[in-house]
């Protein structure tokens, strides 16, 4: 979730259904955290809203035998990803049609969905129409803002919940998530989830430097106070996003 300068406008709502995030988020963005968490060279990687491609040039770059096929439903963003991607299918994630796009259950080794179930309506049965798709091996890599940011809660408590061009608050978001609420939601859709990692909000890091998070049992920030801290809930109010490895269920019991 990384930002450029948002164009001259009176209003952030200006700018639904004008390109927002072509004039908000940085082209060549990859959420490399994430992406990190993908260890074995995947054959065929599936990037679910994959925007303009920086996600598939990171793994394409970390992995040159891989055939990455991206979704995004932004033309002028599929457009630049085109550039890199094996192939790309333009519309919305919901309506594509897996058979008649020639992507076979069980063919896919990893599947990226960086920041985008956040936009969707129906995020559980997005879950649930991809997880077919995986090969025994494959994994499905999640990033989703965290609306439990310290940020976030402090304005909150002042009243305010300013929609943005993008971040957390982003005017297009329509659903928002907390760690527990995240995982609860990858459970509820069939999967089983391996490892999760915080990205720390810029923001709010210097406060942590030199701290022990177990030495963190009080905050506050303006007219926000929190007590009886565990080093979890600081953790996650620290957090930008979470960064989420998962695997269907079925197969993580076998």
């Known amino acids: 979730m990384s930002l450029e300068n948002l164009p001259d406008q009176d209003y952030v709502w200006q700018l639904l259904g004008a390109d927002l995030h072509m004039n908000t988020l940085k082209k060549d963005y990859a959420p490399i955290g994430l992406l990190e968490m993908v260890q074995s060279p995947p054959r065929l990687v599936l990037d679910v809203g994959c925007f303009c491609g920086g996600s598939g040039r990171w793994l394409k770059a970390k992995f040159p035998e891989c055939e990455v096929i991206g979704i995004e439903m932004l033309e002028k963003a599929a457009a630049i990803a085109a550039e890199t991607y094996d192939r790309i299918i333009t519309g919305k994630f919901e309506e594509i049609d897996f058979d008649a796009e020639r992507i076979a259950p069980g063919s896919v080794d990893a599947i990226i969905a960086a920041d985008v179930l956040e936009h969707l309506y129906n995020p559980w049965q997005a879950l649930k129409h991809i997880k077919p798709l995986l090969g025994p091996s494959g994994a499905l890599y999640v990033s989703l803002p965290n609306v439990r940011n310290l940020n976030v809660l402090s304005s909150l408590a002042k009243g305010q919940w300013q929609y943005t061009g993008a971040g957390i608050l982003d005017i297009t978001h329509i659903r928002f998530f907390t760690r527990s609420q995240a995982l609860q939601m990858l459970e509820q859709t069939g999967w089983h989830v391996d490892q999760t990692l915080v990205n720390i909000d810029p923001s709010l890091a210097p406060a942590l ?21 565990t080093p979890d809930d600081v953790m996650e109010l620290f957090a930008l996003q979470f960064f989420i490895r998962a695997v269907p269920a079925d197969v993580s019991a076998n």
């Open 209 to 229: 430097q030199g701290r022990e998070l177990a030495d963190i049992r009080s905050l506050t920030v303006g007219a926000l106070s929190l007590q009886n801290l």
